[in-house]
């Protein structure tokens, strides 16, 4: 059985650093500057986070398997979008428990959470070097919206 438990106040503090490293050492991979990954990166978590706090609309969560910890989920309000859709700002499974099927049914739990809160639509980004990523939203019904493409010259 899978759970969505919210984070507590020190747990998202002690998460946030890694997470934002994280994000943007993915926007660097997917060629972004490093420049501009850090300053981007930096302006959304002013937003979504002031003061190190999530922001109202946003649930930064723990995915609990049968009362373990395998990894997070983070719920928001998307930039401009309808009220019936939430985002999917970030997932990930601890590396330990990786490959045992709980990305899967930590997108399914997301899909159940959003129709608990009032939502009809579920949307993400996922860079493109993640193919293990964009497998999964594939296999799961995700449509693709837009592609980004570049070329270093």
Known sequence: MVQLIEKTHDQIAEWLPGMQSDYIEQRVGSGEPRAVAESGAAAQMAQLFPDGVPADGQHVMNVVVDDEAVGT?????????????????????????????????????????????????????????????????????????????????
């Open 73 to 153: 989920l983070w719920m928001g309000r998307p930039f401009n979008a309808a009220d019936d859709t939430w985002f999917v700002f970030y997932v990930e499974i601890d590396e330990a428990c990786r490959g045992q099927g709980h990305g899967r049914v930590a997108m399914q739990a997301a899909e159940a959470w959003t129709r608990e809160h009032g939502g009809s639509k579920i949307a993400l980004n996922v860079f493109g070097p993640n193919t293990v990523a964009r497998s999964l939203y594939d296999s799961l019904g995700y449509h693709v919206m837009a592609t980004a493409m570049f070329k270093d010259l």
